[in-house]
């Protein structure tokens, strides 16, 4: 059964770097796009922004500039690279993908959720 697996977030100060990671545990066939989502207390989970096979990339407005999507496809993981976090980016993060398993099903996938908090 495929997972997806998250990890990299934490307590950071404002002004401060993390950097997630995310990747499927399980066999699968490919990946297509992948992305990241973001859920803070009492607000609806919102994209921070995706990236597809390819390599094209789009962000939220509220992380232009700051925030950093890339992807290995030789290792099958997703990464988000965090700078200048502010407190109002804390929240749970949540890596999405767009999966093809071993039995060639067509799923999306949904990671565990890792907290980033950022103190000011």
């Known amino acids: 059964q495929v997972q997806l697996v998250e990890s990299g977030g934490g307590l950071v100060q404002a002004g401060g770097s993390l950097r997630l990671s995310c990747a499927p545990s399980?066999?699968?066939?490919?990946?297509?796009?992948m992305g990241w989502y973001r859920q803070a207390p009492g607000k609806q989970r919102e994209e921070v922004g995706s990236i597809t096979r390819g390599g094209s990339i789009s962000y939220a407005d509220a992380v232009k500039g700051r925030f950093t999507i890339s992807r290995d496809n030789a290792k099958n993981t997703v990464y988000l690279q965090m700078n200048n976090l502010k407190p109002e980016d804390t929240a749970v993060y949540y890596c999405n993908a767009d999966i093809i398993g071993s039995g060639l099903v067509r799923n999306d996938y949904w990671g565990q959720g890792t907290q980033v908090t950022v103190s000011s």
């Open positions: 399980g066999r699968i066939f490919s990946i297509n796009a």
